[in-house]
């Protein structure tokens, strides 16, 4: 089916020129003479997109908007209008419109805009869809990913979870380790037992070992009664070993001997109890440094080692930026009760080109805040900290942020689901077209454009 767009304008020939030019452009078109008639064409019809004057009679465009968002949830709506002035257009962004037309305008303006708002509906479609495809694996906490380096890693996590062999993740502190263990666990035959997470670097050290493999009664001030460990509340399930590079060394050989004869001692106990827990741990160290200097023991980095899944920074995956973007966007939307749905492209860009040393943790973070921040539907550039409005954007290469791209972020979204799409349906391009949720015609014209061999 082809994109249909829907015009609502109470000027006779202006709404009858539009359809024209958009039906000879391959456009399905929906018209409607004003927000009342409107209101009933989308009860009876699916819309993708809306140009909307602002100033009709009854309901004009502004309070049109709404109720629009409501029936029609994502669909860019785009006014026009004959009394264009600088504020209009951005109190209509304010409002969530996605764009401002000023009558009068030429035929290729409006196909522009069109041709924007589907590379933006685009995206977003594709981030629906890898969600989809991962939210099996981690319940409603969904892995964000359309970089080459992320699905890599995606598919080498699926491969791990099957077995129980010990898995450990490295990377930088915010990219999202903990989210991937749970995921291998979610994937995992030990899906519906116990996932146990515990920060090595958390817990005071006097306190570790007892609250890694438990303590009999009495076993030191303080222990009124005997208690399991976390060892034993994730039996038959995984426990998840966040910072293991923090253990202190007198336990990495005890956590060694647990991994190798499958058992634990309590503090104060002289037999050992069985456990069956696959083990994922994680570090920001460099673990393999760490043996050098003589602060981890070699065999049990050798022991946690077995497969090792290198996750990499914010910075290495900056396709990865608008769609994680989005998906905060929604998130805090209905977490805050905040009306924000879209990003200004100058913020998008400005957030695509930092350097981001807290990585996914502090995207998130700084979304929150300018949600917090925002007035209206638009998140814009004036919302983000200063340090990142202020601070020179740099690429990964350390290059100028102008190399910068999002349209080629846009792009790699959009052919990395393509892709997935076409292998999921073994390559049925009819199929693929229906999972991407966009026409059979428009898939061929992006397998084309994209160069893309399925």
Known sequence: MNERILIVDDDDALRESLELV???EGYDVVTARSGEDALERIEATTVDVVLCDLRMPGLDGFELMPQLARALPGAPV????????????????????YDYLAKPFQPSEVLLTL???????????ANQILQRDVQRAVGDRPIVAASKPMIELLEMLERTAAFKTTALLTGESGTGKEVLARAIHAQSPRRSEAFVA???????????????FGHAKGAFSGAHRARRGLFSEANMG????????????SLQVKLLRVIQEEEVRPVGESKCMQVDVRVIAATSRKLEEEVAAGRFREDLFYRLNVMRLDVPPLRERREDIPLLVDHFLSRFRAALGKPVRTIADDALERLSGHDWPGNVRELENVIERAIILADGERLSLAD?????IEAPATAADGSPAQDLSLRRARRAAEI????????ATGGNRTHAARLLEISHRALLYKIKDFAIRD
């Open 22 to 24: 958009l039906a000879s």
């Open 384 to 388: 983000l900290p200063p340090n990142i």
């Open 78 to 97: 785009i006014l026009m209008s004959a009394y264009g002035t600088a504020d209009l257009a951005i109190e209509a962004m304010k409002r969530g419109a």
């Open 238 to 249: 995984s426990i998840f070993l966040d910072e293991i590079g923090e253990l202190p060394t």
């Open 198 to 212: 515990v920060n090595c670097g958390a817990i005071p050290e006097a306190l570790l070992e007892s609250e890694l």
């Open 416 to 423: 990395s689901a393509i892709g997935r799409a076409l292998r």
């Open 115 to 125: 041709r924007k708002a589907r590379e933006r509906e685009g995206l977003r479609r």
